[in-house]
Nanobody, 121 residues
Framework: QLQASGGGLVQAGGSLRLSCAAS????????MGWFRQTPGKEREFVAV????????YYTDSVKGRFSISGDNTKNTVDLQMNSLKPEDTAVYYC????????????????WGQGTLVTVSS
């Protein structure tokens, strides 16, 4: 129901852009964004757009480097990642929910398949 794309391998300091689109039976999406996960760790919030509130949220470690954009009428969201660091290496997941913003992945209703981002030093 969510299709993510755009991951890959990049050197530290480089940029990547992730894209996500909802399809099928997704409906009443008010919040859409990105989480990431590394082996042995819990999935963590990265950046999320709350369309109903008109607010974008970023985790502290990506502020000033990552930027989220999208179209709530089409249920699409992109993540522009600049100045990438090796610690940004993770599988990135697109996620969406019917309610307002929450940074806990358990509250999200829809998930993409994950796309790997690898940042080399």
């Amino acid at each position: 129901q969510l299709q993510a794309s755009g991951g890959g391998l990049v050197q530290a300091g480089g940029s990547l852009r992730l894209s996500c689109a909802a399809s099928g039976s997704t409906f009443n999406i008010y919040t859409m964004g990105w989480f990431r996960q590394t082996p042995g760790k819990e999935r963590e919030f990265v950046a999320v757009r709350d369309w109903s509130a008109g607010i974008t949220y970023y985790t502290d470690s990506v502020k000033g480097r990552f930027s989220i954009s999208g179209d709530n009428t089409k249920n699409t969201v992109d993540l522009q990642m600049n100045s990438l660091k090796p610690e940004d290496t993770a599988v990135y997941y697109c996620a969406a929910k019917r309610g307002t913003f929450n940074n806990r992945p358990t509250w999200y209703d829809y998930w993409g398949q994950g796309t790997l981002v690898t940042v080399s030093s």
